[in-house]
C-alpha cells in the first residue's frame, strides 16, 4: 500500500518554463512534507519543506503548494534551468519517525 | 552544515558474503537511518535507530540487520548478500533545525553477484 505517490515517473519541460511536479497521499496523520532533489550518483538533497498548518511555502524559484483536503501537494519550479534536470522525491513525515518517500519523478529540462 | 559519510561509494560482494555499511554523522544526531533506493521503487526505509543501542526496523529490514554502538555511526549489515540486494543504500541522519528534515550521505552503489 503505497501511502505517497508520484504518478509521473518521468517530466519534460523546456528551459525557463514552469515545472510543476505532483505528489498525492492517503495517510491523514502527516504533518509534514518534504521534497528532495537527487543526481545519480548521489544521496537526495533537501529542496524544500511545508507543514501540514500552512498551504504554501517559497524559497527562491521553489514553491510547495499542500491541499489537505485533497491529500495533494506540488511543487513548482519558476523558472526552469538546465541544473534542475534530476529526479525528485516527495517524502511525508508521521508516526515512526522514517520518512515515507514517493517513487520519485524524473524531471527533464529541454533547452 | 551536517555531514553525513558513507565510507564506501561503490562495492562489489559475492552471494552469500557477509557484508557491512559503514555511516557517521558529525552532529550528534540522536536519529540514524537505513534506505535502499530502486528505480521504479523510489526510497524504502530498511532500519532506523533513535539512539546508540536501540533500533527499529522499517518496512523492509527482511536480510538485514543494524548496530548503532557509538552515537555517531551506525551499520548496515547484510548477514549473507543475495543478488536482490543489489542496489543504491543510503544513509540518513536527522536535521530538524530551520525544516531542513534528514540530511543523506552519497550512497554506496552496491553490487552483488
Known amino acids: 500500500d503505497q501511502q505517497v505517490k508520484q504518478n509521473s515517473p518521468s517530466l519534460s519541460v523546456q528551459e525557463g518554463r514552469i515545472s510543476i511536479l505532483n505528489c498525492d497521499y492517503t495517510?491523514?496523520?502527516?504533518?509534514?512534507f518534504l521534497w528532495y532533489k537527487k543526481y545519480p550518483a548521489e544521496g537526495p538533497t533537501f529542496l524544500i519543506s511545508?507543514?501540514?498548518?500552512?498551504d504554501k511555502n517559497e524559497d527562491g524559484r521553489f514553491t510547495v503548494f499542500l491541499n489537505k483536503s485533497a491529500k495533494h501537494l506540488s511543487l513548482h519550479i519558476v523558472p526552469s534551468q538546465p541544473g534542475d534536470s534530476a529526479v525528485y522525491f516527495c517524502?511525508?513525515?508521521?508516526?515512526?519517525?522514517?520518512?515515507?518517500f514517493g517513487k520519485g519523478t524524473h524531471l527533464i529540462i529541454q533547452p | 552544515d551536517v555531514k553525513v559519510t558513507q565510507s564506501s561509494r561503490y562495492l562489489v560482494k559475492r552471494t552469500g558474503e557477509k557484508v557491512f555499511l559503514e555511516c557517521v554523522q558529525d552532529?550528534?544526531?540522536?536519529?540514524m537511518f537505513w534506505y535502499r533506493q530502486d528505480p521504479g521503487l523510489g526510497l524504502r526505509l530498511i532500519y532506523f535507530?533513535?539512539?546508540?543501542?536501540?533500533?527499529e526496523k522499517g518496512d523492509i529490514p527482511e536480510g538485514y540487520s543494524v548496530s548503532r554502538e557509538k552515537k555517531e555511526r551506525f551499520s548496515l549489515i547484510l548477514e549473507s548478500a543475495s543478488t536482490n540486494q543489489t542496489s543504491m543504500y543510503l544513509c540518513?541522519?536527522?536535521?530538524?533545525?530551520?525544516?531542513?528534515?534528514?540530511?543523506f550521505g552519497s550512497g554506496t552503489r552496491l553490487t552483488v553477484v
Open positions: 540518513a541522519s536527522k536535521d530538524i533545525s530551520r525544516g531542513r528534515g534528514y540530511t
Open positions: 495517510n491523514s496523520m502527516f504533518d509534514y
Open positions: 511545508i507543514s501540514s498548518i500552512k
Open positions: 517524502a511525508a513525515r508521521g508516526g515512526a519517525d522514517g520518512l515515507t
Open positions: 552532529m550528534d544526531h540522536e536519529n
Open positions: 535507530s533513535y539512539d546508540v543501542k536501540m533500533k
